[in-house]
């Protein structure tokens, strides 16, 4: 149903009367996020914002192991949780008055997450036990609305019945295994051996029930923004690691005196922050997507890494901030590479979706992932030589921009060839 159908029937009736879920058109015209949409988002910088703070602190303490074991998990449910959501409203979306409530129960859900997150950041880092009630509790309730969806798509839209039910079987299947992580008391190898197999099946989920990203009537551009929408609230995390890192470090009695050091850590912040964000929007995803549809599974969950080191970024400058303060019982090396670490995965993500959606490789991008990786070594081999961990920020700052000059250059020559192969076959 276009939206001018929608228009039409809500004449006739509530502004929000139901509707059914036939499925929307995945060649609509002009397609873009909804406010609803954008709402939802808003309880995910919530969620983010706690992984990425509690990750922050943990690192500071010298508990690496903990601290990534623990915000791997907390990225990689969040991440499922929005990606889930975010693709049945591009093939479902209705806005009707009981989509808008469910989608309320899972912001309730997001919220009651994010609650539980402190303590499972605090039960690993003591060791013993991994305290998961909350954020099962949270987790579910989202999963649970879900599956109501899917149970309002499967009745609406006799040609995907089989896929709605297939989704309801299998992601109630999915929380009963949560349920019994979360409340059942297991010893820690017998937890998390289970955890990833729940985990693998969460990610083969759309694989089992509709083969891919090919079952459902999703909107290649709308998808496209919708990440991109994601990847600018995560990058958000580098803003608030800024602010974390520099606003202990103003000099002077009231705190307005800018210090060396802060000035250091609010342009390499804000530097690494936008070349981020520039190196994002160089691939035009959305493009790509209209003629790599059956390549939606790939461009969906093959963004799990790439969240990952955008938040992962974000704490990382939390931890310089901390480090400067003198808050950090770590090295300066070991925050050089708190930080560089997430760039360079988030780095090698971007070229390695753009790679794969593509099906073409580039010489010249070899050279500028080199480049790349020189520059972060380079900032890690400074601080291993007693440079100052101002100056380090700044090299890894410049991490980006490798990037960044080389589409300016060239590289939007050979982007732009590539697509043109794309659509010509």
């Given at each position: 149903m276009s939206d001018s159908e929608r228009a039409a029937a809500r004449r006739s009736g509530l502004a929000h009367r139901l509707l059914p879920m036939s499925g929307r058109d995945p060649e609509e015209h002009g397609r873009v996020s909804t406010p609803l949409e954008l709402l939802y988002d808003l309880t995910f910088v919530v969620a983010v914002g706690t992984a990425a703070s509690r990750f922050a602190e943990m690192l500071a303490e010298g508990h690496a192991a903990q601290a990534i074991t623990a915000f791997a998990l907390a990225m990689f449910a969040i991440s499922v949780a929005w990606i889930s959501f975010s693709w049945f409203a591009s093939a479902f979306g209705t806005d009707d008055w009981l989509y808008r409530a469910l989608t309320m129960v899972q912001m309730v859900g997001v919220v009651v997450f994010s609650l539980g997150l402190p303590a499972m950041f605090h039960s690993l880092d003591e060791g013993g036990h991994l305290e998961l009630r909350a954020m099962v509790i949270g987790y579910v309730v989202m999963r649970i609305a879900m599956v109501l969806q899917w149970w309002r798509a499967a009745r609406g839209s006799p040609a995907f019945r089989d896929v709605g039910m297939a989704n309801i079987r299998w992601t109630v299947i999915a929380q009963i295994g949560w349920v019994v992580v979360g409340f059942v008391h297991l010893p820690l190898a017998v937890l998390f051996a289970a955890f990833v197999v729940l985990a693998v099946l969460e990610l083969v989920l759309p694989v089992l029930t509709q083969g891919g990203a090919g079952g459902t009537p999703w909107h290649p551009h709308h998808v496209a923004e919708r990440y991109g929408l994601f990847a600018i609230i995560t990058l958000g995390e580098g803003v608030v690691g800024t602010v974390a890192s520099s606003g202990d470090l103003l000099g002077g009695a009231d705190g307005t005196s800018w210090t060396g050091n802060a000035?250091?850590?609010?342009?390499?912040?804000?530097?690494?922050?936008?070349?981020?964000?520039?190196?994002?929007?160089?691939?035009?995803?959305?493009?790509?997507?209209?003629?790599?549809?059956?390549?939606?599974?790939?461009?969906?969950?093959?963004?799990?890494?790439?969240?990952?080191?955008?938040?992962?970024?974000?704490?990382?400058?939390?931890?310089?901030?901390?480090?400067?303060?003198?808050?950090?019982?770590?090295?300066?090396?070991?925050?050089?590479?708190?930080?560089?670490?997430?760039?360079?995965?988030?780095?090698?993500?971007?070229?390695?979706?753009?790679?794969?959606?593509?099906?073409?490789?580039?010489?010249?991008?070899?050279?500028?992932?080199?480049?790349?990786?020189?520059?972060?070594?380079?900032?890690?081999?400074?601080?291993?030589?007693?440079?100052?961990?101002?100056?380090?920020?700044?090299?890894?700052?410049?991490?980006?921009?490798?990037?960044?000059i080389g589409y300016e250059t060239v590289g939007h020559r050979h982007q732009g060839q590539m697509l043109a192969d794309l659509r010509a076959g």
């Open positions: 000035i250091a850590v609010v342009v390499a912040g804000v530097g690494l922050t936008f070349g981020m964000w520039w190196v994002y929007f160089a691939t035009p995803f959305g493009d790509i997507l209209v003629h790599r549809r059956r390549r939606g599974y790939l461009f969906g969950y093959g963004h799990i890494p790439l969240f990952i080191g955008i938040a992962g970024a974000g704490a990382g400058l939390h931890v310089a901030g901390l480090q400067l303060e003198h808050h950090a019982k770590i090295g300066e090396t070991a925050v050089v590479l708190a930080l560089a670490l997430p760039v360079g995965l988030y780095l090698l993500m971007v070229y390695l979706l753009h790679t794969l959606l593509l099906s073409a490789a580039d010489r010249f991008h070899l050279l500028l992932i080199s480049l790349t990786l020189v520059v972060l070594a380079a900032a890690v081999l400074l601080s291993l030589a007693g440079v100052a961990i101002a100056v380090c920020l700044l090299v890894v700052m410049l991490a980006p921009f490798v990037t960044v």
